[in-house]
Nanobody
Protein backbone atom coordinates (compact mmCIF):
# COMPACT_ATOMS: atom_id res chain seq x y z
CA UNK A 1 0.00 0.00 0.00
CA UNK A 2 0.97 3.61 -0.59
CA UNK A 3 0.15 6.57 1.62
CA UNK A 4 -0.14 9.93 -0.16
CA UNK A 5 -0.23 13.37 1.46
CA UNK A 6 -0.82 16.57 -0.51
CA UNK A 7 0.33 20.00 0.58
CA UNK A 8 0.86 23.47 -0.83
CA UNK A 9 -2.69 24.61 -1.45
CA UNK A 10 -3.92 28.03 -0.49
CA UNK A 11 -5.57 31.24 -1.57
CA UNK A 12 -4.03 33.23 -4.42
CA UNK A 13 -5.11 35.98 -6.75
CA UNK A 14 -5.71 35.32 -10.42
CA UNK A 15 -2.41 35.24 -12.26
CA UNK A 16 -0.54 33.95 -9.24
CA UNK A 17 1.29 30.69 -8.70
CA UNK A 18 1.27 27.75 -6.33
CA UNK A 19 3.28 24.57 -6.11
CA UNK A 20 1.51 21.50 -4.81
CA UNK A 21 3.43 18.57 -3.38
CA UNK A 22 2.43 14.95 -2.94
CA UNK A 23 4.58 12.98 -0.54
CA UNK A 24 4.43 9.20 -0.82
CA UNK A 25 5.36 6.55 1.69
CA UNK A 26 7.24 3.36 0.99
CA UNK A 27 10.21 2.36 -1.12
CA UNK A 28 8.41 1.73 -4.42
CA UNK A 29 7.48 5.26 -5.48
CA UNK A 30 9.50 4.94 -8.67
CA UNK A 31 7.30 2.01 -9.73
CA UNK A 32 4.13 4.11 -9.77
CA UNK A 33 2.51 6.26 -12.35
CA UNK A 34 1.18 9.39 -10.67
CA UNK A 35 -1.62 11.81 -11.35
CA UNK A 36 -3.26 15.01 -10.19
CA UNK A 37 -7.03 15.41 -10.17
CA UNK A 38 -9.26 18.20 -8.94
CA UNK A 39 -12.83 18.55 -7.82
CA UNK A 40 -14.65 21.87 -7.81
CA UNK A 41 -17.83 22.48 -5.81
CA UNK A 42 -20.78 20.75 -7.43
CA UNK A 43 -18.65 19.05 -10.07
CA UNK A 44 -17.18 15.62 -10.67
CA UNK A 45 -13.53 14.87 -10.07
CA UNK A 46 -11.56 15.70 -13.19
CA UNK A 47 -8.16 14.83 -14.54
CA UNK A 48 -5.46 17.51 -14.41
CA UNK A 49 -2.07 15.95 -15.16
CA UNK A 50 -0.19 12.66 -15.06
CA UNK A 51 3.40 11.48 -15.15
CA UNK A 52 4.64 8.01 -15.96
CA UNK A 53 6.93 5.83 -13.91
CA UNK A 54 9.80 6.23 -16.35
CA UNK A 55 11.14 8.11 -18.25
CA UNK A 56 8.59 10.59 -16.91
CA UNK A 57 6.23 11.05 -19.82
CA UNK A 58 3.60 13.66 -19.02
CA UNK A 59 0.12 14.54 -20.17
CA UNK A 60 -2.20 17.41 -19.25
CA UNK A 61 -5.81 18.28 -19.64
CA UNK A 62 -6.26 21.00 -22.24
CA UNK A 63 -7.34 23.67 -19.77
CA UNK A 64 -3.99 23.64 -17.93
CA UNK A 65 -1.54 23.07 -20.79
CA UNK A 66 1.13 25.75 -20.79
CA UNK A 67 0.30 26.80 -17.23
CA UNK A 68 0.81 23.70 -15.07
CA UNK A 69 3.84 21.44 -14.88
CA UNK A 70 3.85 18.01 -13.28
CA UNK A 71 7.13 16.54 -12.09
CA UNK A 72 8.48 13.93 -9.74
CA UNK A 73 11.56 13.42 -7.63
CA UNK A 74 11.88 9.70 -7.06
CA UNK A 75 14.74 10.14 -4.61
CA UNK A 76 12.40 12.16 -2.40
CA UNK A 77 9.27 10.08 -3.05
CA UNK A 78 7.50 13.27 -4.03
CA UNK A 79 5.41 14.49 -6.94
CA UNK A 80 4.80 18.15 -7.69
CA UNK A 81 2.35 20.29 -9.58
CA UNK A 82 3.64 23.75 -10.41
CA UNK A 83 0.65 25.94 -11.18
CA UNK A 84 1.25 29.28 -12.87
CA UNK A 85 -1.10 31.90 -14.29
CA UNK A 86 -3.87 30.63 -12.07
CA UNK A 87 -7.46 31.38 -12.97
CA UNK A 88 -10.59 31.41 -10.82
CA UNK A 89 -11.80 28.32 -12.65
CA UNK A 90 -8.79 26.44 -11.23
CA UNK A 91 -10.41 26.67 -7.80
CA UNK A 92 -10.90 23.13 -6.50
CA UNK A 93 -9.67 20.53 -4.09
CA UNK A 94 -6.61 18.95 -5.69
CA UNK A 95 -5.87 15.27 -5.15
CA UNK A 96 -2.80 13.23 -5.96
CA UNK A 97 -3.12 9.61 -6.99
CA UNK A 98 -0.86 6.64 -7.65
CA UNK A 99 -1.02 3.30 -9.40
CA UNK A 100 1.57 0.60 -10.03
CA UNK A 101 2.39 0.79 -13.71
CA UNK A 102 4.70 -0.42 -16.45
CA UNK A 103 7.32 1.89 -17.88
CA UNK A 104 6.04 4.72 -20.08
CA UNK A 105 2.40 4.33 -19.08
CA UNK A 106 0.23 7.01 -17.54
CA UNK A 107 -3.47 7.27 -16.81
CA UNK A 108 -6.17 9.91 -17.04
CA UNK A 109 -9.22 8.29 -15.46
CA UNK A 110 -9.88 8.28 -11.70
CA UNK A 111 -10.85 4.61 -11.68
CA UNK A 112 -7.41 3.68 -13.01
CA UNK A 113 -5.73 4.79 -9.76
CA UNK A 114 -5.52 2.70 -6.61
CA UNK A 115 -4.21 5.20 -4.05
CA UNK A 116 -5.35 8.72 -3.23
CA UNK A 117 -4.32 11.54 -0.98
CA UNK A 118 -6.66 13.55 1.22
CA UNK A 119 -6.71 16.60 -1.03
CA UNK A 120 -5.56 20.19 -0.67
CA UNK A 121 -7.70 23.25 -1.33
CA UNK A 122 -6.70 25.72 -4.03
CA UNK A 123 -8.71 28.92 -4.22
CA UNK A 124 -8.06 31.54 -6.90
CA UNK A 125 -9.71 34.90 -6.43
CA UNK A 126 -10.58 37.26 -9.27
Amino acid sequence: QVQLVESGGGLVQAGGSLRLSCAASGRTFSSYAMGWFRQAPGKEREFVATISRSPGNTYYTDSVKGRFTISRDNAKNTMYLQMNSLKPEDTAVYYCAAVAAPYYMYYTRPHQYDYWGQGTQVTVSS
